[in-house]
């Protein structure tokens, strides 16, 4: 096995682990949100206060970041409304690719 080989194989087994342990992290999370939700929420704005004191941003806890974006207008980044045309209607939609 040539040495780049290996050290492919190697990230990607550390990068197997990771994805893992996140997957395994975020259930145990959701359980105890779920199990616990006002003591989620207290400690949960106790590290919003932490990070915004050192300049970080953060989702609301509702999941908003205080800033509405307007996706039908024309400054929007997505150019205005025009992809959710072709969505619109009884008989378009996202088929997987059909005609």
């Known amino acids: 096995m040539t040495e780049i080989a290996r050290r492919i194989k190697t990230a990607k087994r550390g990068a197997v682990r990771q994805r893992n342990y996140r997957r ?6 959701t359980r105890l949100s779920t199990a616990y939700p006002e003591t989620y929420k207290e400690l949960l704005e106790q590290e919003k206060i932490v ?3 050192l ?6 806890i509702d999941g908003s970041t205080g800033q509405f974006m307007d ?7 997505t150019g205005g409304g025009e992809g959710n045309q072709a969505s619109s209607g009884p008989d378009k939609g996202n088929d997987g690719g059909e005609a």
């Open 24 to 29: 395994a992290r975020d259930r145990a999370m």
């Open 51 to 53: 990070d915004e004191q």
């Open 55 to 60: 300049g970080k941003k953060w989702l609301d």
């Open 71 to 77: 996706l039908n207008s024309s400054a929007s980044p």
